[in-house]
């Protein structure tokens, strides 16, 4: 059987993919935690290989989405539905390996707090930063991570591949969406992923930052329900 397999982003886990874990029960999806378990985009690519066996649906936000590529680049033939929200194929930038790297010298001396409020502004749309609800479950499980997770994450997506070199040789069903007002992977991204991949579904959501599945849950369930329906399984 063809398991569905959401891949969270970023110190993220389950919390995250809430809605869309009630939402698309029927088709029983796991979440994976290879994130929190593996030093590098190539090696949890590798253990989430491993530790699932047979053909794969793969839903990737943000990092996850780069985990998800690189699942896809190891064993092309074990993917058979990619669906790639708010990420990037990109190599990382000078500029942002800067920024993750002051970052990462502040998590290492304790200094969560510094870094991740201020972030909260910059992963969701300015009307969605203002629910405390959401914001309140972002930063329960951006804490529970932990220091460690955060810096070990941030180090893995500072080396992480260029997924550009083998988008193009992907077979399977793409659907790449993003939030109109995304900050940190800019719709710009999800563009050029979508012009790569032969015959990719391109979606954006409106008013929506990074979080689109705790932004947008009804949406992304229905355009998520679409596309897995029509998927040749």
Known sequence: MTQLIFLPGLAGDSQMWQAQLTGLASWRPVVTDVHARHATV?????????????????????????????VARQAH?????????????????????????????????????????????????????RDERLTRAYLEFVYRAGAAQLVN???????????????????????????????????????????LVPHAQLVMVPQCGHMLTMEQPDFVNETLAAWLAGLPL
């Open 42 to 70: 190539k090696s949890m690519a590798a253990a989430l290989l491993a530790e699932h066996e047979g053909d794969l649906i793969l839903c990737g936000a943000s990092m996850g989405g780069m985990i998800a590529m690189e």
């Open 77 to 129: 033939e074990r993917v058979k539905g990619l669906a790639l929200l708010g990420t990037s194929a990109h190599p990382e930038t000078e500029d942002m390996r800067v920024l993750r790297e002051a970052a990462i010298v502040q998590f290492e001396l304790g200094q969560l707090a510094q870094v991740i409020e201020p972030n909260v502004a910059l992963a969701f749309h300015p009307a969605n930063a």
């Open 153 to 195: 994450q941030n180090r893995a997506v500072i080396a992480r591949p260029d997924a550009r070199t083998h988008l193009g040789a992907v077979r399977c069903p793409v659907l790449v969406m993003c939030g109109e007002d995304d900050l940190l992977a800019p719709p710009a991204k999800s563009r050029e992923i979508a012009s």
